[in-house]
């Protein structure tokens, strides 16, 4: 299979956890027979700095002629004062309109080797394997009218959340689609209670859900689900919720389950993947080599079995993922206190070598 990639290593560990991640794609790629045509370009911080844009008309193009797009991570202090529409995280939220990547995939799993990780007793994160689908191009971070309005001491903000029934169907469809393929549960996630978009979308889910009678559907308030996601981190299996709830609860499952760090994620549902960690750029260990790019690297996992209907290259990058940390390789943020780290490279060729020994014993299985 030919692989056209676009990689947006960005700011911050961007750099250093992306070029982690391609290490074990281009393994993977040598490994299993296929050929990458890979490209690079600019976004967030580095593209400003450059070009002006946080999302420069090349990187569009690039990225729109591509299969998939792997990205690191945007942000840097350097431009909190910036308006808005140039600030490193503007060009990530018109890439994904860019890409019509309306549908965020963010898994969540336990892993026994960092039991000593989560702040959860073993016995109640242990099985945890939550899938989050996460509406990612409406509600509050994309509706209008947005403003700041006043003078100084007497302002007012309004942000819009807004929801179509299309936009909900679609979604819901990609969620329950994806719990046909997992235990069957789908969990959708609102505040019924209190907003009119959360009682559209219960609404519509529950609609959308008479087409899916193999999968058990039920409904949680967001506040009831945070809880019950520390109480009962593994009786979830896929939760299906709208963009600013799915950004909250996602990064609580990272800590449930030990670190953001650990996290992946697949936007999709347009005729480009995106795929990212979900951590943000740290700039206060950029360039030390101390990052976890564990989240990068499953984040070609999701690529492989998403975008290039992989299932086999997927699982053996998790497999080398899980075969590195049973044996005792760590991180800063993963190690606890006495236990030896390593560098983020050395995570990295950890893996790349588990995913080329693999490849060399399927091939000679195969042949």
Request: hydrophobic content about 45%; some cysteine.
């Amino acid at each position: 299979m030919q692989f056209t990639v676009t990689s947006l290593p960005g700011d911050g560990i961007g750099p250093e956890v992306t070029s982690q991640a391609i290490c074990v794609l281009e393994e993977v790629v040598t490994g299993f027979g296929h050929d990458l045509d890979l490209d690079e370009k600019e976004i967030g911080g580095v593209a400003l700095e450059k070009f002006g844009d946080p999302l420069p008309a090349s990187t569009i193009q690039a990225c729109l002629a591509s299969h998939a797009v792997l990205l690191g991570a945007v942000g840097s202090p350097a431009f909190d004062h910036n308006p808005r529409e140039l600030r490193p995280e503007a060009g990530l939220l018109r890439l994904r309109q860019e890409l019509g990547a309306f549908a965020n995939l963010r898994p969540a799993v336990f892993y026994p080797a960092l039991a000593a990780c989560s702040p959860l007793r073993p016995e109640i994160v242990k099985g945890t394997d939550i899938l989050i689908v996460r509406e990612l191009l409406g509600g509050l971070y994309f509706g209008e009218p947005r403003s700041i309005d006043g003078t100084p001491g007497a302002r007012s903000a309004v942000n819009t959340m807004r929801y179509s029934e299309p936009e909900i169907e679609r979604i819901a469809r990609v969620a329950f689609q994806l719990a046909r393929t997992r235990r069957r549960r789908l969990l959708s996630v609102d505040k019924s209670n209190v907003l009119e978009c959360s009682r559209l979308w219960r609404e519509v889910v529950t609609r959308v859900a008479s087409d899916f009678s193999d999968v058990q559907l039920s409904h949680m308030y967001v506040d009831s689900a945070a809880m019950s996601l520390v109480l009962k981190p593994a009786q979830f299996d896929v939760i299906l919720t709208e963009n600013m709830f799915g950004d909250i609860l996602s990064d609580q499952a990272g800590g449930i389950v030990g670190a953001l760090g650990l996290l992946a994620s697949a936007s999709i549902g347009g005729p480009v993947g995106l795929y990212e960690p979900v951590h943000g750029s740290a700039p206060d260990i950029a360039g030390q080599n101390i990052a976890n790019p564990l989240g990068a690297i499953l984040s070609v996992a999701l690529m492989l079995r998403h975008t290039f209907h992989l299932p086999k290259e997927a699982e053996c990058v998790e497999a080398g993922v899980i075969s590195t940390l049973m044996g005792g390789f760590r991180t800063r943020d993963l190690a606890r206190p006495g236990e030896r780290t390593v560098s983020t490279e050395e995570m990295g060729a950890q893996i790349t070598e588990f995913v080329r020994l693999a490849a060399h014993a399927s091939a000679r299985a195969a042949s």
